[in-house]
Structure formats: structure tokens, C-alpha cells
């Protein structure tokens, strides 16, 4: 009985959103990574762990672009991603007058990405090759990433790219999505806390 009643208080969730939901988790699972942090050269703060959901993101909306059945679960992960942001500017004290703005902002420049990343994977005119894209993005536009950083990172997405494109569509469109593991990329790395040792 308890249970019928809060379904009648909480309405169940569509079949688009359980979807979106389970692929949200798993782009986030990805990019919470602490390799890509500790040895691959992100930033370990908001706004780099923010581009890395965008990157993950970006590669689970290329594997699916154009695919049926994608338009549905794909505005519903970018509802879910923006809802996301309010949540966590909510959970930072951002206050509600000024919440909708900054929301906006981090989606402007969130789905941004997505037109950068295009670009450079399909070597538009006039669009950044993908390291420089990656640099600009996912380690803030930092001058001094080490080569070899940026090298693993651009491997590291090209291999995401082609991992995801073993998953079936079919179970992409039912949230069963896991990225693979980012460490052969990066282990061989010096750790960024660490840097290079001296004998």
C-alpha cells in the first residue's frame, strides 16, 4: 500500500528518462576517471571535470548521431544534462536569481564543445585539428600541456570513439553503455601531483 502511494505522489519516470538517466550515470562514471586527472592532465576542478562530461558526452552523441530512435533519448540526456548543471550550481550555493544565467552560460559552452570536437573529427574548414581541439577544451586552453599529455588524450578519445561504436545501438537506446577503461592511455604517465622524479 505504501508503495502504490508514492506512485501516486511521484509519477514514474518515461522510458525516455530512465534511458537518459542510466546514460548520464555512465557518461559521468567515465569522466570521473581519476587517472584522467592525476596522469592525463585535466584539471581536477569544476570546470574540468566539466569538460570532461562534455568529451564523453560529445562521443556517446557522435556514435549515435543519425541514428533512429536517437532524437527522443538524446533531448532527453541533454535535459538531463542540463539539469545536472542547475543541480550542482544549486549544491556550490548559487542563488536562485542568478541560477537560470549561469545555467545557460555552462550549457552555452557545454554543448559548445560538441560543435568543436564535430568540427575536428570531420575536418570542417576552419575547424580545429582534434589535439588542439582537445587542448583548448579539456585542459582549459593551457599552453603548457606536456606533449605527451596531449598525445595520450587524443588517443584516448579516438579509442573511445571506436569502443563505442562496438556497442549496439540497440543497447545504447536502453541505457546499457560503458566506456572503456582509460588506462593504457595514460599509465605510463608521470602523476600530475608527483611530476618527474629525480634519482
Given amino acids: ?85 542547475d543541480r550542482s550550481l544549486r549544491e556550490m550555493g548559487v542563488g536562485d536569481m542568478s541560477i537560470g544565467k549561469k545555467v545557460k552560460k555552462l550549457a552555452r559552452t557545454f554543448f559548445g564543445r560538441f560543435d568543436s570536437y564535430w568540427g575536428a573529427v570531420n575536418g570542417s574548414d576552419g575547424a580545429d585539428e582534434l589535439p588542439e581541439a582537445l587542448r583548448k577544451a579539456g585542459f582549459m586552453g593551457s599552453e603548457q600541456v606536456e606533449p605527451e599529455r596531449l598525445a595520450a588524450m587524443t588517443a584516448y578519445f579516438d579509442a573511445q570513439s571506436k569502443h563505442l561504436f562496438t556497442v549496439s545501438e540497440t543497447d545504447v537506446l536502453g541505457g546499457r553503455v560503458k566506456f572503456t577503461s582509460p588506462d593504457p592511455w595514460f599509465s605510463e604517465l608521470e602523476d600530475i601531483a608527483l611530476g618527474p622524479q629525480e634519482d
Fill in 1 to 85: 500500500m505504501f508503495s502504490a502511494l508514492k506512485d501516486l505522489i511521484r509519477p514514474s519516470l518515461s522510458a525516455e528518462r530512465k534511458t537518459a538517466m542510466a546514460l548520464h550515470e555512465a557518461v559521468v562514471r567515465a569522466a570521473r576517471q581519476p587517472i584522467l586527472y592525476a596522469k592525463g592532465g585535466i584539471p581536477d576542478t569544476p570546470e574540468g571535470r566539466l569538460e570532461a562530461i562534455a568529451l564523453h558526452a560529445f562521443l556517446l552523441f557522435r556514435r549515435m548521431s543519425g541514428r533512429s530512435g536517437w532524437d527522443e533519448i538524446g533531448g532527453a540526456l541533454s535535459d538531463e544534462i542540463v539539469a545536472d548543471l
